[in-house]
């Protein structure tokens, strides 16, 4: 289930695009053909990472039915997840570590 962020909730914006913009097939430069956006939990606050898309322009290449995806997106954060890996990583070391409850956690 989805997490259900609070109405008028202000996310701070992180912009992620394509390292290489050039087709692995042809070699032409691709344009942003769409944006995903992902809203996670960060140690500095709500935080919405939007993701460019991009595509191979030419109609005639192999790779025009391909969206490529940012590879700096998963060093934010595991997909479909609402947390940042920096939470995770405070979760787990004040969880195991420190031998934390969850009620404790929840309190921090």
Known sequence: ???RWPA??????ID???QDRSCPVCGRDMHVCDHR??????????TQVVN???????????????????EAECAISMPRWCLGWE????LGHRRFARHWS???????
């Open 1 to 3: 289930m989805p997490y």
């Open 8 to 13: 008028g909730t202000t996310f701070k914006r």
């Open 16 to 18: 992620v695009d394509v």
């Open 37 to 46: 956006y992902h809203h996670l939990w960060t140690l500095q606050g709500p």
């Open 52 to 70: 460019r898309l991009v595509r191979c322009p030419d109609a005639s290449c192999e790779s025009r039915g391909c969206t490529f995806s940012p």
């Open 87 to 90: 939470v995770f990583c405070w």
């Open 102 to 108: 969850v009620s404790q956690l929840r309190a921090a």
